[in-house]
Structure formats: C-alpha cells, structure tokens
C-alpha cells in the first residue's frame, strides 16, 4: 500500500491501515481513531447516513425547517405535516460477525475476521455516538456470544471485549442466524452482516428474505481477501479447505479463468438478492482502509436519502 504525501494524513491515521490495525491497540480505541478520521476526511460525522427509514409524520411547529414540509400532505389536509425518519428517532442496530474458520484466512497481513472486528467496531461506536442502540453477536454454526444492545459508551467496551475472544470454529450456517434474528428483534432495527458468505447461498437468501419480511434494515459487508478476489497464485500450490472440504493441489494458472468467472457469478447471486430485498451490499476488500470503506458506503447512503 502506497504511503501518502507527508502531512496528508489526518491524526490517527496510522490506525486506519488495515494491516497496522492487526498489530496495535484494543478495539473500542482504534473505533474511535477511525472515526475521528472520517469526520476529518467528511468535515461532519457521517452518523445519521446510518438510519434513513421512513417512520411516520409529525406536525410543524415553530423552528422547524420550511422545505421538510411534506406538500402532498397538506394538499390532502391542509395542515402542516413533516416526514419523520429512523434517524429522528432512537433504533436498534445489532452486528452479526461471522467467526468461522474461513474467516481466518488472511493473504495480506490481516485475515478477514481482524478486518470485520475493526469494521463492525468502529460502525457501533458511531452508532452509539449519534444516540442510539448497538448489540452485537459472533457466530458460525450457531450463536456464540451476544452482547445485548445499549446505547452508552461502555456497550462498546463489551463489545471489544466479546470480539476480541471469538474462536474460530469449522463451519458456518449464516442463514439460521439470520433466521434467529428476525424472530429476535421485538422492533424494527438495523441488522449488520459480516461476512465472506462462503456458505449455503440460498440458505443466506432465504435469510435475508426473512429480515426483511419482519421490516427490519439490513446491511451486509460482504468481506474477501485480494487474494480470493484476484487469484493472483503462480506456480504450484495446495489448497486446504478450512472448513472441512479437503485438499487440492493444482497450479492456479490452469484454473484462474474458471475460478475467476465463478466468483463473479457468486457475488452477482448476493448482489441480485440484496436488489430484490433493498439490502445494502457493500463488497469489501481487506486490502482497502476501514476508514475508506466506512466513509465511502455512508456517503454513499447519505447521498440516496437526500434523493428521498
């Protein structure tokens, strides 16, 4: 990763390295180093690009902004109504980390696990700095640890704290969790999913589907190293599978185009469910910055609620 010009960087930068991340510090400081480095980059907190959902109205009163009235409203009325978001009220976010043993892989100094620990941390404590509530669960085959949602400072401490004892296990089975979780959440809330999806695709989907049926928002980081991403393997090599599928030894170069054509084939699948279920997929490569990535999908968020 190139170094950027001296004096480019924002305070705290350093932490924002996803292969410095791996080596330094506990989590609940670095979330705060990176958030610190996306309000630097945005020159104001990005948070209420988390939540966008349409709730309910309310009626103007004095102080409130002219252009949030709601004219289709008082066409109808001939009162004065303004549109109340999720943002305008308290939610529940709870993250989902997949703890499973494909997770550890790592091509490039961080595995993927490290890299979601980092990301999901920094998410809830922005969550919890914009007021609202954060919990979070670690899984593979079933529920690990859960940290029940809260909207103070010292939920992200337990969260570090859980994070930081997860143990990979063999496998995964993404989609009952996510089935768990629809029949968990009492209201409407955030879900957040980090995962490489290297499981049951349509197990996953039928998941998703489930969330979304019960109404709640979902985001789903889908998290893969360069090196899945790119195949950029050269002579000959022995793949072991961390999950119980065996081994293969091959050269790369003889299967690089099929790998290559079924990967994209696979991320098309998730992205064309997350399309149909208004999922907001973000693909991410643990080679890009937490900060790059956190900033870019909630400006990209910010941006469609302004189109709202």
Request: include cysteine; charged fraction near 25%.
């Amino acid at each position: 990763m190139p170094n950027p010009p001296e004096g480019s960087q924002p305070s705290g930068a350093k932490y924002l390295d996803p292969q410095v991340l791996s080596k330094i510090g506990t989590l609940d400081v670095i979330a705060r180093q990176v958030v610190e480095g996306i309000r630097i980059g945005l020159h104001r907190s990005p948070a209420r690009g988390i939540s966008s959902e349409f709730t309910a109205y309310r009626q103007f009163v004095a102080g409130d902004e002219v252009r949030s009235i709601d004219w289709k409203v008082y066409a109808r009325s001939d009162r004065y109504y303004i549109k109340l978001f999720e943002a305008e009220t308290n939610f529940v976010a709870n993250m989902l980390i997949d703890s499973s043993e494909s997770m550890t892989y790592a091509s490039n100094g961080i595995s993927k696990l490290e890299y979601a620990k980092y990301l999901a941390a920094s998410l809830a404590y922005l969550i919890v700095d914009q007021g609202d509530s954060v919990g979070m669960g670690t899984f593979d085959d079933q529920l690990r640890s859960y940290v029940a949602p809260k909207s103070n400072m010292r939920v992200l401490h337990d969260i570090s704290t859980e994070l930081e004892k997860a143990d990979p296990q063999p496998r995964t089975n993404v989609g009952s969790i996510l089935h768990e979780f629809a029949n968990r959440m009492s209201r409407r809330g955030f879900v957040v999913v980090f995962s490489d999806l290297l499981d049951n695709t349509e197990d996953f989907i039928q998941g998703l589907n489930h969330l979304r049926f019960k109404g709640h928002n979902v985001i789903l980081f889908h998290i893969l190293d360069p090196a899945e991403l790119e195949f950029p393997l050269e002579g000959m090599w022995k793949f072991v599978g961390l999950e119980g599928e065996g081994e293969l030894i091959t050269q790369p170069a003889r299967v690089r185009a099929n790998y290559l054509k079924e990967l994209e084939s696979f991320i098309s699948e998730i992205k064309d469910a997350c399309t149909k279920a208004q999922v907001d997929y973000v693909l991410v490569n643990t080679r890009d910055p937490v900060e790059q990535v956190l900033s870019n999908h909630l400006l990209q968020r910010s941006v469609l609620n302004k189109g709202r």
